[in-house]
C-alpha cells in the first residue's frame, strides 16, 4: 500500500526558504504511472495545487507560484521535496503530497491519490 | 478556470440524498474528481473521471456532468459521510489543478 509522509520545519521566518520533504513507502517514485505533486490548504480555506513532477523528471507548477517554487526528486532515498522561497504569512498552511495519476485516451484526466497526512506551517518571526 | 462549488454547506439527514454541484467557469474537456476530507485527516479520494468510484468507495457515492456542470451524489447518507468535498478539473496543457472551494457536508 502506497504511503506518503511530509516532513519539515513547522516554523518559518518572512522572507525565508520553505522547504519539505514527502518520503514515499510501499511504491517506487520511479514509477512510469505516477507523478509527485504538492497542495497546499491555508487555514480555514480551500485546496491550492502547488506543483508536480513527473516520473521522467520534468517540473510542472502553479502560475500564480511558478517564480517562487522548485519541485526535485531523490530517486535514491524514495522522496521528493518542496522548495519555496521569500515565504509571507499568506504561505501560512498545511501543505500535503500526494501521488498524481495521469491517464490520457481521447482526452487526458489526472487526479491525486493517496496523500500524505499533511504538515502545518507556519510563517511568522 | 474557476471551479465554483454549491452549496457552501449543505445539511442532511442520516438516509437522505445530498447531491454536491461544481461549476466550471468555462466548458472543460477533462473529467472531474471528487475528494472528501475529515477534520485533522488528509482528503481521500472518491471519484475520477468523473463518474468511476476510487478503489473501495462506496456505491451510494455517484458522480456525473460534463462541459461546465458536474454533480456528486450521495444516495443514502450514513454518519460518516459528513465532512468537506471538493472536487477539482485537470487542464493538460499547460497542466494546471483547479479545486473547487469546498462543500461542507453536515447533520441535519
Known amino acids: 500500500q502506497l504511503q506518503l509522509q511530509e516532513s519539515g520545519p513547522g516554523l518559518v521566518k518572512p522572507s525565508e526558504t520553505l522547504s519539505l520533504i514527502c518520503t514515499v513507502s510501499?511504491?517506487?517514485?520511479?514509477?512510469?504511472?505516477?507523478?509527485w505533486g504538492w497542495i497546499r490548504q491555508p487555514p480555514g480555506k480551500g485546496l491550492e495545487w502547488i506543483g508536480s513532477?513527473?516520473?521522467?523528471?520534468?517540473?510542472y507548477y502553479n502560475p500564480s507560484l511558478k517564480s517562487r517554487v522548485t519541485i526535485s526528486v531523490d530517486t535514491s532515498k524514495n522522496q521528493f521535496s518542496l522548495n519555496l522561497t521569500s515565504v509571507t504569512a499568506a504561505d501560512t498552511a498545511v501543505y500535503s503530497c500526494?501521488?498524481?495519476?495521469?491517464?490520457?485516451?481521447?482526452?487526458?484526466?489526472?487526479?491525486?491519490?493517496?496523500w500524505g497526512q499533511g504538515t502545518l506551517v507556519i510563517v511568522s518571526s | 478556470l474557476v471551479m465554483t462549488q454549491s452549496p457552501a454547506t449543505l445539511s442532511v439527514s442520516p438516509g437522505e440524498r445530498a447531491i454536491v454541484s461544481c461549476r466550471a467557469s468555462h466548458s472543460v474537456s477533462s473529467t472531474l474528481a471528487w475528494y472528501q476530507q475529515k477534520p485533522g485527516q488528509a482528503p481521500r479520494l472518491l471519484i475520477y473521471g468523473t463518474s468511476t468510484r476510487a478503489t473501495g468507495i462506496p456505491a451510494r457515492f455517484s458522480g456525473s456532468g460534463s462541459g461546465t456542470e458536474f454533480t456528486l451524489t450521495i444516495s443514502s447518507l450514513q454518519s460518516e459521510d459528513f465532512g468537506l468535498y471538493y472536487c477539482q478539473q485537470y487542464n493538460n496543457w499547460p497542466p494546471m489543478y483547479t479545486f473547487g472551494q469546498g462543500t461542507k457536508l453536515e447533520v441535519k
Open positions: 510501499g511504491g517506487s517514485i520511479s514509477s512510469g504511472s505516477s507523478y
Open positions: 500526494a501521488r498524481g495519476r495521469l491517464e490520457c485516451s481521447t482526452i487526458c484526466e489526472s487526479w491525486f491519490d493517496p
Open positions: 513532477l513527473s516520473y521522467s523528471g520534468n517540473t
